[in-house]
């Protein structure tokens, strides 16, 4: 039974709504930071037969110690299992993507089918959205991270990180103190101690709250235009391809939605602002220009997009080498 102190109080009415709103079975994130034993702490006490999945990613001395805290501290706060998932982490993409891609395929692996909520909080958000605004990539990029993403569930995205360091004082829980968070190196890092705090004094405070209910706002907009852009994608579709004539008049913002979800559908991979603006201008500001070459194709070639006799269509073009090696 947990106490019924402020900050406990406020994380578990959280978590109750979540549950709610998003019924069936739930497995829980856990670091061992405070914001994860937070949430682990009120999940175990709103869900039933709730197992914890901590994930040892090996990249610090110590780290299975660690691993075997955290699973320790989730028993004793109510769940029914904790279990520690052992990782080997690449180095693609930098060791914080890397880290990131190792953590969350190891927790789809375990879930079994079960929701995985984890524990980013509003501050988190916050972050996420300028992020987001530094890479200049349109609403998509702005709009944060969803409460509900299956197979992730966020229910703490309205909750400060100050209140989940209080729930650990309340429950008398030493967190761990994950020494990336504070290694400037990380951009992310920077933005907590440096840049966030700074816009909060020049601002007169409320920033971090500001920047999440804009991201609320533009992610309930784009859920409109991706229906939109959902209905014209079928209209277009012909075959593998799309009709260039459907497309042409439909506003600029539900156009590119509907290529960004085609071009998706056909492999491509973290598409820039500026890959979906070369295939939109193939539709609307036709000049006879050649193909777009776009992110996702597969090593040895190029996923390009073109327009021939009215469609655009999705080829695979392969280096002379790999040609030989894929007939």
Wanted: proline letters at 5%.
């Amino acid at each position: 039974m947990l106490p019924s102190l402020p900050a406990i109080l406020e994380v578990r009415q959280a978590v109750r709504g979540w549950l709610a709103s998003h019924p069936g079975p739930v497995m829980v994130a856990l670091s061992g930071g405070a914001d994860s034993l937070a949430l682990t702490s009120a999940v175990a006490a709103e869900a039933t037969d709730v197992e914890a999945l901590v994930v040892d990613h090996g990249l610090q001395v110590g780290s299975a110690a660690v691993a075997a805290t955290a699973a320790e501290h989730a028993r004793s706060l109510g769940c029914a299992r904790a279990r520690v998932l052992r990782v080997s982490v690449g180095s693609e993409g930098g060791i914080e993507a890397a880290a990131r891609r190792a953590r969350y395929d190891a927790l789809d692996a375990a879930r079994s089918g079960a929701a995985v909520l984890v524990a980013h909080t509003l501050d988190d958000q916050a972050e996420t959205v300028l992020l987001g605004l530094s890479r200049g990539s349109g609403p998509r990029s702005i709009a944060g991270m969803a409460p509900w993403d299956s197979p992730w569930g966020r229910p703490l995205l309205g909750v400060r990180r100050s209140v989940t360091r209080q729930v650990c004082a309340e429950l008398g829980i030493v967190p761990f103190e994950d020494p990336h968070n504070t290694d400037p190196g990380f951009t992310r890092v920077r933005l907590r101690h440096e840049v966030l705090p700074l816009l909060e004094d020049v601002l007169g405070g409320g920033v971090a709250q500001a920047l999440a209910r804009t991201a609320a706002q533009l992610r309930e907009d784009a859920a409109v235009l991706d229906d939109d852009a959902a209905v014209l994608l079928a209209d277009a579709r012909v075959g593998d391809d799309l009709d260039v004539t459907v497309l042409t008049d439909a506003p600029p913002a539900i156009r590119r939605r509907t290529l960004r979800g085609w071009m998706s559908g056909l492999g491509a991979r973290a598409l820039s602002d500026k890959q979906l603006r070369l295939v939109d201008d193939l539709v609307g500001d036709w000049r006879g220009q050649g193909g777009v070459a776009v992110s996702g194709a597969p090593a040895g070639a190029r996923l390009v997009v073109a327009r021939r006799h009215g469609r655009l269509a999705a080829e695979l073009e392969w280096s002379l080498r790999s040609s030989r090696e894929n007939p």
